[in-house]
């Protein structure tokens, strides 16, 4: 695909519109479809229809890819139903019994369950990597994929992507990134050597933490593979949800606009606190990982860590569960913010904290409203 000359903020507005094919209406309106009739025999025989079966996309579906490929600079994008199934089906569609998978150790929990356990049924080995290693002393004949997370989920670390794709690719192997953390705005995945650009669109391109989305885009060289094997395993993502994730999409500049300066805000301010021991947000500068994020991001979202010094449990919960503005959920991205203890499994490399970690998700309320929050709970905290 060539790459428009407009910025991704007007990409993410323009791109994936068919307002001519209905009747003027600004966005794809959701199509609802299993059966997709042929008008007669010699239609089937052509085999030229753009759409043949529910499954196989729609309108919808369509919109919401393009939109994607364009923004990604993707050859093709193919839509499923989370983040979790992205990823499945990225490493299924380089990967297959007696391969090698090169995995970071900072990766999304799930993703670690996934290779340790059923993709190992299937006779695909797993080995981990620390985020920062030189990945050439892991590479073994049989490695077929990288994967790369960056920033790591919980710990934050930042990749050195273009240098893990040029290794990588020297030895004949696919990288795969999840970027989920910037989405394709803060990061081009493609653009900086990766093959398959995974996306859980649950979180910032959704945005209202009320869809289940995911994409992998593809780069030229991976896209046939993608989609056929998208196609043999029945993958799909409904018109609904497409429709959602295209919706949110629109919006996505002005909202990560917003995270990442609230995000930026709540980090300083917790970072100068007497009970914070560190703050882990890359694009602070003194963070281990800021110097590769300058180089390569053009922002940060709202998604950060905050390292606690020692407190009980019961001072971690007086903290935490008074908070009025911050949900205790799992998932982020959406407009609401949220606070979640990490449970931190790494085992390549230990992850040593001075107590306990925090992710924090900051949201679109009003900063100076955040920030009282936090400010009453750290007093509640300290009084327990
Ligand atoms: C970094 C990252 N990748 C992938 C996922 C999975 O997305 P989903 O919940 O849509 O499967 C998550 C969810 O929290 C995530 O944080």
């Known amino acids: 695909m060539t790459m428009s000359k407009d910025k991704p903020e007007t990409r993410i507005v323009s791109e994936g519109r068919m307002s001519d094919t209905h009747f003027g209406a600004v966005n794809t309106p959701v199509y609802r479809a299993s059966t997709i009739l042929y008008p007669d025999l010699a239609a089937i025989k052509a085999n030229t229809q753009p759409y043949t079966y529910g499954r196989r996309g729609t309108l919808s579906t369509q919109s919401f890819e393009?939109?994607?490929?364009?923004?990604e600079g993707a050859a093709r994008t193919v839509s499923v139903t989370s983040g979790v199934q992205a990823i499945a089906l990225a490493i299924l569609s380089v990967c297959g019994a007696g391969d090698h998978l090169l995995m970071v150790d900072s990766c999304y929990e799930p993703t670690r369950t996934l290779c340790d356990r059923t993709l190992k049924r299937f006779g695909i080995q797993t080995s981990y990597y620390a985020p920062d290693d030189d990945i050439t002393a892991h590479l073994k004949p049989n490695t077929r994929a990288v994967f790369c997370e960056s920033p790591g989920s919980l710990t934050f670390e930042v990749q050195d992507v273009p240098a893990i794709a040029k290794a990588a690719h020297a030895h004949g192997a696919s990288v795969l990134i999840d970027n989920t953390w910037a989405t394709p705005l803060f990061f081009r995945p493609l653009e900086h050597g990766v093959d398959l650009?995974?996306?859980?669109a649950t979180k910032y391109i959704g945005g209202h933490a009320d869809v289940m989305l995911g994409y992998v885009a593809a780069n030229e060289k991976h896209a046939g593979r993608l989609h056929q094997v998208h196609g043999?395993?029945?993958?799909y993502a409904s018109g609904d949800d497409c429709f959602l994730g295209l919706r949110g999409l629109r919006t996505l500049a002005v909202r990560l606009a917003r995270h990442q300066e609230t995000g930026l805000t709540l980090a300083r301010w917790l970072q100068a606190r007497p009970e914070v021991a560190r703050i882990l947000h890359p694009a602070l500068p003194g963070d281990p990982g800021h110097a590769l994020w300058k180089r390569d991001f053009s922002g940060s979202c709202g998604l950060f860590g905050v390292v606690l010094k020692p407190v009980s449990e019961a001072q971690l919960a007086?903290?935490?569960?008074?908070?009025?503005h911050f949900g205790i959920g799992y998932s982020w991205g959406g407009f609401e913010s949220l606070i979640i203890p990490a449970h931190i499994r790494r085992t390549v490399r230990p992850f040593k904290a001075e107590g306990p970690v925090l992710r924090i998700h900051a949201g679109l309320e009003d900063t100076g409203d955040l920030i009282a929050d936090l400010e009453k709970g750290l007093a509640r905290m300290t009084r327990a």
């Open 197 to 200: 650009s995974i996306q859980a």
């Open 232 to 235: 043999d395993l029945g993958l």
């Open 66 to 71: 393009e939109a994607i490929s364009a923004i």
């Open 318 to 324: 007086a903290f935490v569960d008074g908070l009025q």
